[in-house]
């Protein structure tokens, strides 16, 4: 796919759909008996799923040879880091209603929103270095070396599902194990490419 | 022969060139549509409230509100009360208990009464019935995930089930358990929780006329999400200690284990009173969120029974047996 620039659009506007559903929902007053708990627990996940989307595009990209799956990451990781956001400001609205202080005990005292809050800082910087001029400012090393705390930030969201929930840890796992599956073919790949890698059609036939 | 000549079709419908041309924005259109589709179809799939759970039976005569069982406070819908539930054996989603209890079978039921007693006693719920007439009581209700509800239980004082079996001098504590069938209870057959159920109260504590067994609310008999056909309700306690589908229930003389308790030690404790001074690791209770209202409300020590109730714990120190 050389073009990538309607597939682009596609994934913008599909990414959209779950906030859009989620606002249609909230005005209809159709998000159960607890909507704040409903909107702030479903940003939180939609938040893990397009970090782990965008970590997921590297080892597709490299195990398949597609090499315009890139042009997507940058798109997916921003989503993620802007579900992030809204999942924030619910948790501030709707269960802190603005109450400074009680936001400032819960970071302290509470070990799961802190670790969120910390993944939440985290991807700030990845967010602002993520444009083009960005990219060549740092280059590509330096870049790419910051770009590795996505894996932290997005281990960090699947820790904070972890400690908040009861009793049920299967879904927040089912998280981790994802995460972990992605982080293992970023190591295998780093010493032994040639397991982990399919060649572009072209390359094969030069190298004969 | 269906195959029409060409004279038989109309001009009307050809496509229009414009159309022909535009074949490209067409597909782009079809696909921006079925994507966006599939993502909604999804998000629903994965978001779904769940589906209307049963529906209860209406009591009869049942006696209005004894006046230690009155709250002015505005009761939570019947939809919120059977549509918001914690009950684990189900499924942990507490939106969509009501669906997954849908055929929940509470008939016939049994209730075996016993260990320290001089009449243990194996009840049918007919029998538990009878008991006592069915009173009113309107009760808050407070989960330790700091929301609450304010539910018009139908039940009965505990007491009078205890007074039935006339429990021996050595009985000190009271322990219940919950039904654990993995036929009808799905994460009965996962590990998530030690089943079945199990809870315990003091003996003072389960003689307190505001701990009842209730087997109704809102005058109808129980719907299976709410415990049914019986359950008991302690409104001082967090939820979690007022356990649901009671099918057993023996006297004892040391504190019988609980199963947040045996989960989590630090966090869930054997009292588990409703106090806003005493935090749980993992949220504070100072404040709740009342079920149906925006904004928070402060959470009453005791759950605003402390009156009624504060003298069970004197000299006790609560941060210690929270």
Known sequence: ?208 | MLIKKAEEIKSSEITDKKFYVSRRTFMRGLTLAATTTATGLLYRSFTRQGEQGQAGEKIDGVQSAPEIAQLDEAKTSYQDITHYNNFYEFTTNKERVAEAAQRFITRPWAVEVGGLVHKPKVFDIDEILRISPPEERVYRHRCVEAWSMVIPWVGFSLARLLDAVQPMSQAKYVAFQSLADPKQMPNVRTDILDWPYVEGLRLDEAMHPLAILAIGLYGETLPPQNGAPLRLVVPWKYGFKSIKSIVKINLVDSEPPTTWNLANPREYGFYSNVNPNVNHPRWSQARERRIGEYGLRPTLLFNGYADRVAHLYEGMDLRVNF
Not at chain 1, 22 to 37: T, V
């Open chain 1, 1 to 208: 796919m050389k073009d990538t620039r309607f597939a682009r659009f596609v994934i913008f506007v599909n990414s959209l759909v779950p906030l859009a559903l989620l606002l249609w929902d909230a005005l209809n007053k159709r998000l159960g008996a607890n909507p704040s708990e409903f909107a702030i627990r479903t940003t939180g996940v939609l938040a893990l799923v397009f970090l782990i989307l965008s970590l997921a595009v590297t080892p597709i990209r490299k195990s398949l040879a597609l090499a315009w799956m890139i042009k997507f990451r940058r798109m997916l990781g921003l989503y993620g880091f802007f579900y992030v956001c809204i999942h924030l400001m619910t948790y501030i609205w709707f269960d802190k209603f603005f109450d400074a202080g009680a936001i400032i005990e819960d970071v302290a005292k509470r070990p799961f929103i802190t670790v969120g809050m910390a993944s939440f800082l985290i991807l700030i910087p990845l967010a602002v270095t993520s444009t083009q001029n960005m990219i060549k400012r740092l280059g590509g090393k330096r870049w790419n070396r910051l770009h590795r705390a996505a894996y932290v930030a997005a281990a960090g969201g699947v820790v904070h599902y972890y400690m908040l929930v009861k009793a049920d840890t299967r879904e927040p796992v089912a998280f981790g194990i994802a995460l972990a599956l992605l982080l293992g073919y970023r190591i295998v790949n780093k010493y032994f490419p040639r397991w982990t890698q399919r060649q572009p059609a072209r390359a094969q036939a030069g190298s004969r």
